[in-house]
């Protein structure tokens, strides 16, 4: 059974335990099943500006901040600092949460492992 659109609480329970979409991890070797018990840093920023510190020492209660970000713009979500998907903001019970809309391939990293061919000059 899919879990996918469902309200869990992310964290719930270990990915190495966890069955998605009736797929188990046991198949996977136990170094890979060690992996994916790392914990990483997940973070949503919902807006960032940059402001002179006097304009902070006037920040108190009841104040507003306005950010140049219009409010339906997608939300990032950043793991260890890189974006990994894209959604937007949900209620969830009494907090918010972020609803996933597309996902965030990553950059390409493939690097020759062979020193580059030298060219035979005398022919």
Not at 2 to 29: C, E, M, Q, R, Y
């Amino acid at each position: 059974m899919s879990t996918i659109g469902k309200d869990i609480p992310f964290g719930s329970h270990s990915a190495a335990d966890s069955v998605h979409d009736g797929n188990s991890w046991d198949h996977l070797p136990e170094f890979t099943r060690s992996l994916l018990k790392v914990p990483v840093t997940l973070n949503v920023t919902i807006a960032a500006t940059m402001r002179p510190i006097s304009l902070l020492l006037d920040i108190g209660p009841g104040a507003i901040l306005q950010f140049e970000q219009h409010f339906e713009t997608p939300l990032v979500l950043e793991a260890n600092g890189e974006p990994i998907a894209e959604g937007i903001a949900v209620r969830a019970g009494e907090n918010f949460g972020l609803q996933i809309t597309e996902m965030k391939m990553p950059p390409e990293r493939f690097w020759s492992v062979q020193p580059p061919r030298q060219v035979d000059s005398t022919s």
